[in-house]
């Protein structure tokens, strides 16, 4: 499941996916400048959440986007 919604997110060009190629199963994503469009509406999401005492993952996704 995992795989297909990283599928879905590098198709629709919010994240780029990159292989090492001495290694199939090392394997990384980055933001696109599209993914990081995002951002702004995410931290803005997240703090709606944290108005609304609410646990955030938004928090958990923004730290792994960097």
């Known amino acids: 499941m995992l795989a297909q919604h ?5 198709r629709d060009g919010f994240i780029s996916r990159h292989e090492n ?3 199939r199963l090392d394997v ?14 995410l931290e803005t ?6 108005a609304q005492d609410m646990p955030s993952r938004a928090t958990a996704l923004l730290s792994a986007a960097g």
């Open 45 to 50: 999401l997240r703090a709606w959440a944290d």
């Open 21 to 23: 190629p001495r290694d």
């Open 28 to 41: 990384s994503y980055q933001l696109t400048p599209l993914g990081r469009s995002l951002l702004p509406t």
């Open 6 to 10: 990283l599928g879905e997110l590098v």
